[in-house]
């Protein structure tokens, strides 16, 4: 049983489409949940979230938290082929416990 | 001056061969892991370790064991490889342990086990 699913699992849009990807994690022990961008090597850092309904933004990407739904949104507007990736969510649990990471939304952004 | 870096990047070898892959990060952090990336590209942690001490050990099989002469190396070594093994091993670090959860990783080193 997984612990942090992502959906879709794989989506293609066009250029100038505007995306939504989802993460639903388990309650027990939550802490925070991250969403990483990974390309063709390393994943890098988007946010962080904690707080319920605060929206964190970097540029055309912007992502909130809903702790009474065990749920985060990951939005992305205007896309550009630039934004075609693999977006992995993780949640971090309380205690010496790493980073559970779903299995990502393969994003495709055609021109 | 990469932050984590690993080597090798790429590993090709035969079954039941030995191999090890080093991971070295110069950020200060206290903790760093291994995480197994498969054809999927599911990440699932490995092994954690923290100031030298292992903290956090899935049920990894224990052909793989994590060495770390000390906080800014975690090696992984593993022994008598299977084609199963094959995957994107990442290392990864971050500041305290369970503190902000977000990791450093490395590039990745792509093992291939023929």
């Known amino acids: 049983e997984d612990k942090v699913v992502q959906s879709p699992l794989s989506l293609v849009v066009h250029e100038g489409d505007t995306v939504t990807l989802n993460c639903s994690y388990e309650?027990?022990?939550?802490?925070?949940l991250l969403w990483y961008k990974q390309e063709k090597k390393a994943p890098t850092f988007l946010f962080m979230l904690?707080?319920?309904?605060i929206e964190k933004k970097s540029g055309r990407l912007s992502s909130i938290l809903d702790r009474k739904e065990l749920s985060s949104i990951l939005n992305i507007t205007a896309t550009q082929t630039g934004d075609s990736a693999i977006y992995l969510c993780?949640?971090?649990?309380?205690?010496?416990?790493?980073?559970?990471f779903g299995k990502g939304t393969r994003l495709s952004v055609i021109a | 001056d990469t932050a984590v870096s690993q080597t090798p990047k790429y590993l090709v070898t035969q079954m039941g061969n030995d191999k090890s892959i080093k991971c070295e990060q110069n950020l200060g952090h206290d903790t760093m892991y291994w995480y197994k990336q498969d054809s999927k590209k599911f990440l699932k942690i490995m092994f954690s370790?923290?100031?030298?001490?292992?903290?956090i050990n899935e049920t990894v099989p224990n052909r793989f064991s994590p060495k770390s002469p000390d906080k800014a190396h975690l090696n992984l070594h593993i022994n008598s490889l299977e084609l199963g093994d094959s995957a994107v091993y990442f290392c990864?670090?971050?500041?305290?342990?369970?503190?902000?959860?977000?990791?450093?990783f490395g590039e990745g080193s792509r093992l291939t086990v023929l």
């Open positions: 993780a949640v971090l649990y309380s205690g010496n416990t790493p980073l559970v």
């Open positions: 990864a670090s971050s500041p305290i342990a369970g503190n902000t959860g977000e990791l450093f």
């Open positions: 904690t707080s319920s309904g």
């Open positions: 370790y923290n100031n030298k001490e292992l903290i």
């Open positions: 309650v027990t022990n939550f802490r925070s």
